[in-house]
C-alpha cells in the first residue's frame, strides 16, 4: 500500500512540473511570421482596337443661294437669300483607336441617312418663287486625337465631308417645282466628343462636327422661263450632332498597381 502512494504522489509531482514548465515552452517557440495583403490591382480601360457601331441625331444645313445666270450666259451674282435644312439623321460608323500611355489616336469613318429640307422665299431676281434644299445623305472620314482617363475619353476630329444635294425652286404654293438640281460635294470637317466605356468592349459618346462645304455652281435644268437653265451659286455649311455607341475588339483592358 505504501508503495502504491508513493508511487501516486510521484505521478501528481510530474504532472504538476509539466504544467508549470508548458507556458514557458510556449514562449520559447517562434511567433508566426506576418505577411502583408498583396496590394489591390487597379483595372486600365484600354482603347485600343476596331471598332463597329451605329448613330443618331439632329443635323442643320445651312445654304445660301445667289444667281448667277445660265449655263450660256453669266450675269453678276443676284443674292437670293439663305435658309437652314434641318431634321433627323441615323447611320453607322468603323474605326480603329490606338492608345499610348492616356492619349488615344484613331480614324474614323461615318455614313449616314439624312432627312434635312429647308427653304425660303427670295425677293429677286424671281418674286413669288421658293427656293428649297434637301440633304438626304452625309458620310465623314477623320482622324481623331483623345485624351483618357481610364473608361473617359475626350477628342478632337478632323477629316473630309461629303453631303447629297437636292435642290429646287418653284412658284409659291404650287405643287410641282418649275426647276430642279442635285450634286455631290467634298469639304472639310472639324468636330470634337465625349466617349465612355461602360463594359470593356462597349462604349457610347456624344459627338458634334461642323462641316465647310464651300461655295459650288449648281445648275437647274431648263423650263418655259428659262429654256437652257439656270445657275445658282450655293455655299453651304452643316452642323451634325449625334449620339454613338460602339462596340470594340482588341485592346483588352491591362492591371496595374
Known amino acids: 500500500m505504501r508503495q502504491a502512494i508513493k ?19 510556449a514562449a520559447d ?18 482603347w485600343s482596337g476596331f471598332y463597329i457601331g451605329a448613330n443618331g441625331g439632329w443635323a442643320s444645313s445651312r445654304s445660301c443661294w445667289d444667281y ?7 450675269v453678276a451674282a443676284v443674292s437670293e437669300g439663305c435658309h437652314d435644312a434641318d431634321g433627323g439623321t441615323a447611320g453607322g460608323q468603323i474605326g480603329y483607336n490606338w492608345q499610348t500611355g492616356s492619349w488615344v489616336f484613331g480614324v474614323d469613318a ?44 475626350l477628342y478632337v476630329r478632323g477629316g473630309a465631308a461629303v453631303v447629297h ?42 459627338d458634334y462636327q461642323h462641316a465647310f462645304m464651300g461655295s459650288r455652281d449648281v445648275t437647274f435644268g431648263g423650263f418655259f422661263l428659262a429654256p437652257t437653265g439656270v445657275v445658282e451659286n ?16 482588341g485592346g483588352p483592358a491591362v492591371a496595374r498597381y
Open 110 to 153: 461615318q455614313g449616314n441617312w439624312a432627312d434635312l429640307k429647308g427653304s425660303n422665299d427670295p425677293a429677286a431676281p424671281l418674286p413669288g418663287t421658293t427656293n428649297r434644299s434637301k440633304v438626304d445623305s452625309f458620310g465623314m472620314f477623320t482622324g481623331r486625337i483623345g485624351y483618357a482617363w481610364n473608361n473617359a475619353l
Open 7 to 25: 508511487s501516486l504522489v510521484l505521478g501528481l509531482a510530474a504532472a504538476s512540473a509539466l504544467g508549470l514548465a508548458s507556458p514557458s515552452f
Open 29 to 46: 517557440l517562434a511567433a508566426r511570421p506576418y505577411t502583408k495583403a498583396p496590394p489591390m490591382l487597379a483595372a486600365v480601360y484600354d
Open 165 to 206: 444635294d437636292k435642290y429646287d425652286f418653284g412658284f409659291t404654293g404650287a405643287a410641282a417645282p418649275l426647276s430642279t438640281g442635285s450634286e455631290t460635294r467634298w469639304g472639310g470637317t472639324v468636330g470634337a466628343g465625349v466617349e465612355y466605356g461602360f463594359t470593356p468592349n462597349w462604349s457610347a459618346a456624344i
Open 68 to 74: 448667277v445666270g445660265s449655263p450660256t450666259a453669266r
Open 234 to 249: 450655293v455655299k453651304q455649311d452643316l452642323d451634325v450632332v449625334t449620339a454613338r455607341i460602339n462596340y470594340r475588339w
